[in-house]
């Protein structure tokens, strides 16, 4: 196999270094909201999700209000326990940035 050294264009590639290393790692914090799991094989099978509902916490607090887990496949959804998310084995992992005003915002705006 091969490196990912061409898959992207420089420019592109120094743009998002550029904005992502104006920010330091820990003001970025992103909350799991959703997994795709494949049951099956390569050659067939079937997809179930598992989504989370609630309100994100204010002020980039560790506990959501209000949060729970679903369980949704073809025409069944079922609250589940998180401890059930955790054990699949995801495909897809699908996360909401807190924030929406944040450097990597304000970086992303400024002219290159």
């Not at 743009?15 to 997994?35: A, E």
């Not at 025409?75 to 998310?85: A, I, L, M, S």
């Amino acid at each position: 196999m091969g490196s990912f050294d061409g898959c992207c264009s420089g420019s592109s590639l120094l743009t998002s270094r550029r904005w992502f290393s104006q920010v330091p790692p820990t003001m970025i914090t992103y909350d799991l909201v959703g997994v795709v799991n494949h049951l099956g094989t390569m050659n067939g099978g079937h997809y179930v999700a598992y989504v989370r509902r609630g309100t994100a916490p204010p002020g980039g607090g560790d506990q959501w209000e209000d949060e729970k887990w679903f369980y949704a496949s073809d025409r069944t959804v079922k609250q589940v326990p998180f401890d059930e998310v955790t054990k699949c084995v995801a495909y897809m992992l699908f996360y909401t940035r807190r924030g929406g005003d944040g450097p990597v915002e304000a970086a992303a705006a400024a002219p290159a």
